[in-house]
């Protein structure tokens, strides 16, 4: 039987999961982050960095999508409110103050603050939208979201300050490699141990019966607003990565697309499951890129219809998602648990 | 201190043209065992959905006697909160999660527990993690109570109907709960499971100082365990008292089996 999505083992500040090692991983990131971009050729260092921007993504809208069982479509909403208004600010401040270009260390203090700004302003969209339409169930809440993303790019589309429809340019190129596995990092740690508290508790209560969960005192509309804001956050800071990554931003880059390409990471890693998420960001980034040289081979862009084949594949073969509900070590311990009970195997 | 652990007063409620429940007085005493019997559709789950929030009710108030205070328009959470918990009919748990979770879930909402906010469980703080264990220890020592307790890492839809019932009343107390509404907790079991279920609502009841409101077709369940008995007929109480008054109650005799043919009919 699979372990449920909640509550195994990681009682402590012990194992993987102890902040200990999650700052040792931080550090490994910048050293890697002086090195590797001579290492390898820009080419990958793309794939790379938005390997690391889809795992944010991915593992926030699980929040929602997995944990929470609210089945949101307007994650890319999220996302181009942070990467706008982070873009926003860092380019209003470079305009204004070019000297602070010079300064490496004023460029991270302002990048890093304009990412977490972003996040907030989409935590705080993330409420507005979340207040209303959360008491909708199922189908009509995808469908709120998804008009959301839509009235979100809409805006932006005719926002003059934001440059329209020509869309914002000329950000200056902030993202690094350690800024974005430092966030992904950050990501995983607080959404982890969100779903591993009384907190998750709640969420995943939700997902299961909801009615059963207000009859035991949850309060189910604030633990999904919170669940869906939370999410809207992480969106946030991943817009701003983005953002300043690409140096551009278009409103069409955050069509509802991009939202599709979050959830189909959400659901081929594994509802309710953050190492699922993280490995699902990576392989479909992977893919996708792998799949360009045949675009060219054929001059047909396959990529599309081989990104739907694995998804019903993998649908066919693991409906639940590569990992279901279960993390990767809980899988793992199963592994070695089973060999543990049948030292010998010889009945096989 | 009031001596009753609920109080309904002229308690209605009309689903369009229909009148579920009319005009419904019931006092539950504190500490007892009470029960809620009637033919099929006669208005006793709407009762509990109305006294848990589910419902809101056309007209009438409800006492919670424990506060003294009226639940009228208080959604359901802030109900569970105040003190009244419910299984269901058909049972709810939450199924992909352990049993141990299933009470911990209930257990974080009990108003005596500490709640924290968002940086103490991202920093997973001391105070934090103690009470969490304490947390885990209280759950474990509500399921030893219901004998769960040696299947509290298993998922609890893998249970044992039987277990999974007894779950459902667990997870009510480990709300903080001490009025427990149950709605057929008997149905689907066999004999045996039944007379145990009976030892566990007397036993909790006097290890909780719980009052416990039941509505039950078993028989067997409801005359042996209930101090009082209330039926309902289309909405309506027609019969109120101890078991063997109402065993004998015509008219309660006359809901359930029809109307006795009179001589006349017979000679026809």
Not at chain 1, 61 to 76: C, I, K, P
Not at chain 1, 80 to 100: K, M
Not at chain 1, 214 to 231: L, S, W, Y
Not at chain 2, 138 to 161: Q, T, V
């Amino acid at each position: 039987m699979a372990p449920s999505g909640s509550n195994n083992e990681q009682s402590g500040q012990t194992g993987i999961m102890s902040l200990r090692w999650w700052i040792v991983g931080i550090g490994i990131v910048w050293l890697l982050n002086a090195w590797l971009p001579e290492l390898i050729s820009p080419y990958f260092f793309q794939i790379i960095v938005l390997a690391g921007i889809n795992v944010i993504l991915s593992v926030s809208l699980n929040l929602v999508n997995g944990f929470t069982g609210q089945f949101s479509m307007g994650h890319a909403g999220f996302m181009s409110v942070g990467g706008y208004l982070s873009a926003f600010i860092t380019t209003s401040l470079v305009a204004s103050h070019p000297e602070l270009m010079n300064d490496p260390v004023a460029g991270v203090v302002i990048f890093a603050i304009s990412l977490i700004m972003g996040g907030i302003a989409a935590t705080a969209v993330g409420y507005i939208v979340g207040l209303p339409s959360l008491r909708l169930r199922g189908d009509y809440l995808a469908i709120v979201t998804l008009g959301f993303g839509e009235i979100i790019r809409v805006i932006f589309l005719n926002t003059n300050a934001v440059g329209g429809a020509r869309g914002l340019s000329g950000i200056t190129k902030f993202t690094t490699f350690g800024a974005v596995y430092t966030a992904a990092l950050i990501t995983v740690f607080c959404i982890w141990r969100v779903v591993h508290s009384a907190h998750g508790r709640i969420l995943v209560s939700i997902r299961e019966d909801e009615i059963a969960s207000t009859a035991m005192g949850v309060n189910t509309t604030e633990g999904k607003v919170r669940a869906f804001a939370m999410g809207a956050f992480f969106a946030g800071v991943a817009g701003g990565l983005f953002a300043h990554y690409l140096t551009t931003l278009n409103p069409g880059t955050f069509d509802f697309n991009r939202s599709f390409e979050v959830i189909i990471m959400v659901v081929l890693g594994g509802m309710g499951s953050i190492s699922g998420s993280v490995v699902a960001a990576i392989m479909l980034t992977v893919l996708k890129e792998a799949l360009r040289p045949l675009q060219q081979l054929t001059g047909v862009d396959l990529r599309m219809v081989i990104y739907s084949l694995v998804l019903i594949i993998m649908m066919l073969a693991r409906p639940k998602g590569i990992f279901g509900t279960s993390e990767i070590c809980d899988l793992f311990r199963e592994k070695l648990s089973r060999r543990g009970k049948h030292p010998d195997g010889g009945s096989a | 201190m009031n001596t009753f652990a609920l109080r309904v007063q002229n308690l209605s409620i009309v689903f369009g043209g229909l009148k579920a429940v009319t005009d419904l007085d019931l006092e539950i005493p504190k500490g007892s065992i009470f029960g809620l019997i009637g033919p099929n559709g006669a208005g006793k789950t709407t009762i509990f959905n109305m006294l848990t929030g589910v419902y809101t009710p056309t007209s009438g108030t409800i006492i919670h006697g424990q506060s003294g205070t009226s639940l009228g328009g208080l959604k359901p959470y802030e109900i569970t909160r105040t003190g009244i918990a419910r299984t269901f009919q058909n049972i709810r748990l939450f199924k992909n999660l352990t049993v141990l979770d299933n009470l911990l879930v209930a257990m974080d909402q009990n108003p005596t527990q500490k709640k924290f906010g968002l940086i103490p469980t991202l920093l997973r703080s001391k105070s934090l993690m103690t009470a969490e264990d304490a947390k885990k220890n209280d759950a474990l020592n509500i399921l030893k109570i219901f004998k769960l307790d040696g299947r509290a890492k298993e998922i609890s839809s893998a249970l044992p109907y039987g277990d999974q019932r007894r779950l459902e009343i667990a997870r009510a107390i480990a709300t903080g709960a001490r009025t427990l509404l149950l709605d057929e907790p008997a149905a689907g079991m066999n004999a045996h499971e039944t007379s145990s279920l009976m030892d566990t609502i007397r036993d909790i009841r006097a290890t909780f100082n719980a009052t416990v409101l039941l509505i039950e077709h078993d028989m067997k369940l409801v005359m042996g365990i209930c101090e009082r008995i209330a039926v309902l007929d289309y909405g309506v109480k027609i019969a109120e008292g101890i078991p063997s008054d109402i065993q004998k109650n015509p008219r309660v005799i006359e809901a359930y089996l029809g109307k006795a043919a009179t001589s006349e009919h017979v000679k026809k």
